[in-house]
């Protein structure tokens, strides 16, 4: 056998090894409770419903745009073939496309490095691997950790065209697609985001020639192509969405913003560490002697960092997952420190590198199958933390029968409830639209129940009354809970209690349900024959 032949077997077997330990990994995962994000449960059960027929925005409600939730349906298509849980199926989706977009993160960062850096191209591929979030249930799937999954191949096909290395044209389009596909799911804010690097990348290039490439051409092709599709084949989905969902979500949206002067004080709190480290890496790459694409990969993801905080100014507000571009940008430029600084060392001790990337994978996958564990355990706290609603859920209704959740904060529990394969009692899904009720009215001190107020009130409240009477006298849920603590996101003294009971008559199926107050947290209500 020859040397190189050798060197392939020897890489093949790691690699098999490093395949095996994955597994480990995710048999370790899944040997505890799989578990993904609130928003990934939502779209897995608009996939039940597209998959029986329903029509978005009219048989059911989101506040988003109807891509997430086709994406979602060949898992849920797969799940019901496969007779298993669609939860789990998405979490091997996700996993898979966290190992595949890292091996092509890993491809491409070896052929714009030079061939001594390729512990460098390792580490940056770890961007996407070596992440505690893909533990973490309240991020995991999240719309934000998709597109960033698709990001870095895309950022380093970029920095392929600026040095004038070739990639295979099919790679180049399977990577455009992706980046225009996950940046469709939020278009105003990851679209902002993929428009900030291709800025800089004329700048860089000083001609706007580069912006002719595959991946380019594949990106915009697939965002325009679903633009379209939504456009001329939505119908009546595409009008409800667009002339009362928009307006109505756009309003309420803006109801929870940080209060004036506190934006940026409140973005600094949340995420200034990780700001910080983009800002503080960004300049020691450009001190260091490092090839110039690297001090490029540095300069892209401080773009990506400083249009996520254009993005989280200009919404005024953000939540946990809104803070992944960030985040991403600290993780891909940190990978990339420990890359450099590796390197330089190994070149000191003279060590050689020809196999190294592998055997550092397989440490990296040893440590991540013994963390896994660990942080699995952590989301099993939090599961069960929901385990009294869900319990009640399970205790008051059996599988396939129609539950209806009105209250904002059980929202939380969604992908439990579609674990348990309930379906929703109202085109509202889990969730009571309660921020979507008030035009960002305030309440006065003295006022304890805001939505009494007239001036409070949006036309849109009456209409979302009716529709409630409707869908429940149409689909008669076998189960009705109603949440009785001060509802999250809600006016000042809002009580969910309160505004059913309180105003009973516009609420008429009431009459067909026993009422049982004896749970301190929710109103179980069930029919009374």
């Not at 200034?272 to 300069?299: N, Y």
């Amino acid at each position: 056998m020859s040397g190189a032949q050798k060197q392939s077997f020897t890489a093949m077997l790691l690699w098999l090894a490093a395949a095996s330990l994955a597994g480990i990994m995710v048999w370790q995962l899944f040997s505890k409770i799989v578990y993904v994000s609130v928003d990934s449960g939502i779209y897995l059960d608009s996939a039940r419903a597209l998959l029986a027929g329903a029509r978005p925005y009219i048989d059911f409600v989101d506040i988003n745009p109807p891509l997430a939730m086709y994406l979602h349906v060949p898992v849920v298509w797969l799940a019901d073939i496969l007779n298993t849980d669609s939860i789990a199926a998405y979490f091997v989706t996700v996993v898979a496309f966290i190992l595949c977009s890292s091996l092509v993160s890993f491809y491409l960062a070896k052929r714009i490095l030079p061939a001594d850096y390729r512990i460098a191209a390792f580490a940056i591929a770890l961007t996407l691997i070596y992440s505690l979030h893909n533990f973490d249930s309240s991020w995991f799937g999240q719309r934000e950790q998709l597109f960033m999954l698709a990001l870095l191949p895309y950022l380093l096909l970029r920095i392929a065209r600026l040095h004038d290395v070739a990639v295979p044209v099919y790679l180049s389009i399977a990577i455009g697609i992706a980046a225009g596909l996950m940046a469709s799911l939020k278009p105003p804010q990851f679209g902002a985001i993929m428009v900030g690097v291709e800025l800089l990348i004329c700048l860089r290039h000083r001609s706007l020639r580069v912006l002719i490439a595959p991946e380019i051409t594949a990106a915009i092709g697939v965002s325009l192509a679903y633009v379209a599709l939504f456009y001329f084949l939505g119908g009546a989905s595409f009008d409800v969405f667009v002339n009362r969902y928009v307006p109505l979500f756009t309003s309420s949206y803006n109801a929870m913003n940080d209060p004036d002067g506190m934006v940026l004080p409140t973005l600094l709190r949340r995420f200034g560490l990780e700001v910080a480290i983009v800002f503080v890496g960004w300049c020691a790459t450009m001190l260091l002697k490092i090839p110039k694409v690297l001090r490029d990969l540095s300069t892209l993801a401080l773009v990506v960092c400083v249009m996520g905080i254009v993005v989280y100014i200009a919404q005024a507000k953000g939540f946990g997952y809104h803070e992944m571009p960030m985040r991403f940008s600290a993780n891909l430029m940190l990978c990339l420190l420990c890359g450099i600084v590796v390197h330089k060392l190994l070149l000191r001790f003279r060590v050689d590198t020809a196999h190294m990337p592998y055997m550092a994978l397989l440490c990296v996958l040893f440590f991540m199958a013994g963390i896994s564990a660990t942080f699995s355990s952590a989301n099993n706290a939090a599961y069960r933390s929901t385990q009294g609603l869900v319990k009640l859920i399970a205790d008051n209704s059996s599988r396939g029968d129609r539950v209806a959740i009105f209250g904002v904060t059980p929202l939380w529990y969604y992908p439990s409830l579609v674990q348990q394969d309930r379906y929703s009692g109202t085109r509202y899904a889990f969730s009571f639209m309660i921020p979507m009720l008030y035009d960002g009215a305030s309440v006065e001190p003295d006022i304890p129940h805001g939505y009494k107020v007239a001036g409070n009130r949006i036309d849109q409240e009456q209409l979302y009354k009716s529709e409630i009477q409707e869908d429940i006298e149409k689909l008669k849920p076998e189960l009705v809970i109603i949440y009785r603590r001060d509802c999250q996101w809600c006016l000042p003294g809002f009580s969910m209690e309160e505004y059913f009971l309180g105003q009973a008559e516009e609420f008429p199926f009431l009459q067909d349900y026993l009422i049982d107050r004896s749970n301190d947290w929710y109103l179980v209500l069930t029919p009374k024959s």
